[in-house]
């Protein structure tokens, strides 16, 4: 398998994904820039729509999207319990959480990369994260995690959205049970494997 991958990209939940599930792939730099390859390939060759993460098969299928690769992933390495069994109410509770992280949290920050965004528009933004990672603080009272006691693909996703707080100065400092999740997350082998592999971490 290859990932196409930026680093500390929404591709980096997929890439956490891939190394907590032990699976063998290659990591493949695609930089959101230039859409490009290392090699100068033109990546919207390979995704005409250009974003990171996706996912390529040995047998050269494709797959976009990172809450559907992460299931993907999750499902090839059952044992790990990164996700609930098909059919279960508790995979539906996965789903409402990626869908939540990316619809409410991810697409929250995107305003806050952009330049040309006005300073109003981004401060709208921050209003509203706030009070998302408000309820979050909430929901991680008395668990370890998002699922309860068990690490999911959906803390890998979160885990990547909320690294991206410093870069857009949103402070989330007094949110005491994410700040712990965050901490917990950060401290799994398979997390800073994949962050020093994208040269996030020394």
Request: net charge neutral.
């Amino acid at each position: 398998m290859k990932l196409y991958y930026s680093p500390g990209a929404c591709s980096l939940s997929p890439h956490i994904a891939l190394r907590e599930a032990g699976l063998a792939f290659e990591p493949v730099l695609a930089s959101t820039k230039s859409h490009k390859l290392q090699d100068g390939t033109d990546y919207y060759g390979i995704n005409p729509l250009g974003y990171v993460p996706m996912l390529e098969l040995d047998d050269g299928t494709r797959l976009r999207e990172g809450p559907a690769i992460v299931q993907y992933i999750a499902d090839l390495a059952p044992t790990k319990n990164l996700a609930p069994a098909n059919g279960t109410m508790q995979r539906y509770r996965l789903q409402e959480w990626l869908t939540f992280v990316g619809t409410e949290m991810h697409k929250g920050f995107s305003p806050l990369f952009n330049p040309n965004m006005p300073e109003e528009a981004k401060t709208i933004s921050k209003t509203k994260l706030l009070s998302r990672y408000e309820w979050l603080d909430g929901q991680l009272a008395d668990k370890d995690f998002l699922m309860g006691e068990h690490f999911s693909v959906a803390d890998g996703y979160l885990f990547t959205v909320t690294n991206w707080t410093k870069p857009t100065g949103l402070d989330i400092s007094k949110f005491a049970n994410v700040n712990a999740w965050h901490t917990r997350v950060a401290a799994r082998p398979a997390v800073q494997e994949a962050l020093k592999a994208e040269g996030l971490m020394k």
